[in-house]
């Protein structure tokens, strides 16, 4: 069904200009991408549907949904009769058009996932570790790629556009927190992680920090759908988090804007810490270890939490208040129309953890503030990863909405 703002998107065409030095190959291959990104914000969009968004002729469009189409990369679907003129033909992604390969590095475990055109997985594989190291990194990820390969039709592993690689910024400094041994993620100092994955497959590698692909995961395929301007958290081992703006990501001079976990925010005893010190999942795992209780299947699957009573109780209601004073604070200063959160953990601790930070909103003083919507993310717990998936996808087919799919590497530090 089509969405009920394509009147909206039809008041404001996406026109092309082909000055510039550009030349008709290369407009040509931005309307292509144009009208795929369209038909996935939009399923079931007809033609005439894209030609009022895009600006562009009925001929344009009828030129290049037929080649998108004989390319696979569109389905369509039944006629829609008993309008005026010819019938409307609704289109849509076609699932099976493209696949990718998705790698999320955690401090505590990684995952691959094996994502297709609509950004649903279809296969996943998952390593947990007292700290991570390359030597078991690349063989997680090379070989599994191996195995999910063979998994698939010769026709599917023609389809397959690429790694994308999500991990977090400066491993090596994270040593100390996750318990590794002293200078053995030391490595992570002049290890290439890309080059590395990219010398062992023949598949395009992209690398991108953890939290702005999860962000850029809740962009494109979550509640960032609806809202043109979040913030966004994602907890993990360590929190970390996005800006949007414009629905486009803003990562800022040096690629850090939005990492959120050195925030300044202030605990129940009244002292300043950084908000990772607080709203972590290390941080309920500590809680548990002090209480005799094993932490161990916190990183065995997101989905397979169990409840862990008092102390998980005691950490949603500290990392809610901890997540209130970011959320005002960041409203503060943009004028968010949403907070978004998301985590390593299954929907019923994120339903609580929203619910109890909402509550603790609403016990601040609000004076001078305009609140934006508190919201769950929709994307899950794999967002790190079907963020890394992304990757390879919006680089070859779709428009390049955020500056998370441009080569950003050499500002993020990579």
């Not at 850090?256 to 050195?262: K, M, N, S």
Request: glycine residues 10%; hydrophobic residues 45%.
């Amino acid at each position: 069904m089509v969405h009920d703002d394509l009147a909206h998107a039809a008041e404001q065409p996406l026109r092309v200009s082909a000055g510039g030095g550009s030349n008709q190959v290369r407009v040509r291959a931005y309307n292509e991408r144009l009208v795929l990104s369209l038909v996935r914000q939009h399923p079931g969009c007809s033609k005439a549907d894209i030609t009022r968004m895009t600006g562009l002729s009925a001929q344009t469009v009828s030129v290049i949904m037929r080649a998108l189409e004989s390319e696979q990369l569109l389905l369509r679907g039944e006629p829609i009769r008993g309008r005026v003129g010819q019938p409307s033909v609704p289109m849509s992604i076609n699932p099976d058009a493209v696949f990718s390969f998705g790698v999320k590095i955690g401090r505590r475990s990684a995952d691959l996932v094996l994502m297709d055109f609509l950004g649903q997985i279809r296969e996943q594989r998952h390593q947990t570790y007292p700290f991570p190291h390359p030597h078991h990194l690349l063989p997680f990820i090379c070989e599994g790629i191996a195995e999910l390969e063979a998994s698939m039709g010769e026709a599917e592993r023609s389809h397959i556009a690429g790694v994308g690689i999500a991990a977090p910024f400066e491993l090596w400094n994270w040593a100390e927190e996750v318990g590794a041994p002293e200078g053995a993620m030391d490595i992570w100092r002049s290890v290439d992680l890309q080059a590395e994955v990219q010398a062992r497959t023949t598949y395009p590698v992209y690398l991108r920090n953890d939290a702005t692909s999860a962000c850029g995961a809740e962009l494109v395929f979550g509640a960032g759908q609806r809202y043109p301007d979040f913030v966004y958290f994602y907890i993990g081992s360590f929190i970390g988090g996005g800006i949007v703006v414009n629905s486009a990501l803003f990562v800022g001079r040096t690629g850090t804007a939005g990492a959120i976990g050195p925030l300044p925010v202030r605990d129940k005893h009244g002292e300043t810490r950084q908000l990772l010190d607080i709203a972590s999942i290390f941080v309920l795992e500590n809680l548990l270890r002090e209480r005799g209780i094993d932490p161990q299947p916190l990183w065995y699957q997101a989905e397979s939490w169990i409840d862990f009573g008092e102390p998980l109780e005691l950490w949603i209601q500290d990392t809610a208040a901890a997540l209130a004073q970011a959320v005002i604070a960041a409203a503060s200063i943009i004028d968010f129309a949403a907070a978004i959160i998301e985590g390593g953990f299954p929907d019923w601790v994120r339903r609580r953890l929203v619910a109890a930070t909402i509550a603790a909103v609403n016990r601040l003083d609000l004076q001078g503030v305009v609140m934006p919507d508190i919201v769950e993310g929709e994307v899950g717990a794999q967002a790190r990863a079907i963020g890394g998936a992304s990757l390879p996808i919006f680089d070859r087919y779709l428009i390049d909405q955020t500056v998370l799919f441009k080569d950003t590497k050499h500002a993020e530090g990579h």
